[in-house]
């Protein structure tokens, strides 16, 4: 079992810098696969960004890539994601996601293959 919380998530202008974190309980944390997701007004969870257990695997939903750039601290069970050059469209609610992998080098950019989740942070960029 693993729970996740999120932080780091307000208002920022457009060009502006965030930078989210999700901090995991749970002792296996170094077994998982992380995922960054979010969800806007009106629209249907998406996909944003993936790493796999040691961090060495990173994978970016192309509307983010370039500006985004997800990692982890297994030593200290957190997930950040950094976020540079905030457009409007970014406005959303972002949510942190966990699956077991068994330290293999997979992640997954399909919300449906995610077992936790955590309760999400808003983000607002302001044009």
């Known amino acids: 079992q693993v729970q996740l919380v999120e932080s780091g998530g307000g208002l920022v202008q457009a060009g502006g810098s965030l930078r989210l974190s999700c901090a995991a309980s749970?002792?296996?944390?170094?077994?998982?696969?992380m995922g960054w997701f979010r969800q806007a007004p009106g629209k249907e969870r998406e996909f944003v960004a993936t790493v796999n257990w040691s961090g060495g695997n990173t994978y970016y939903a192309h509307s983010v890539k370039g500006r985004f750039t997800i990692s982890r601290d297994n030593a200290k069970n957190t997930v950040d994601l950094q976020m540079n050059s905030l457009k409007p469209e970014d406005t959303a609610v972002y949510y942190c996601a966990a699956v077991s992998t068994g330290y293999l080098s997979t992640y997954y950019a399909d919300r449906r293959k995610y077992d936790y989740w955590g309760q999400g942070t808003q983000v607002t960029v302001s044009s």
């Open positions: 749970g002792r296996t944390f170094s077994s998982y696969a």
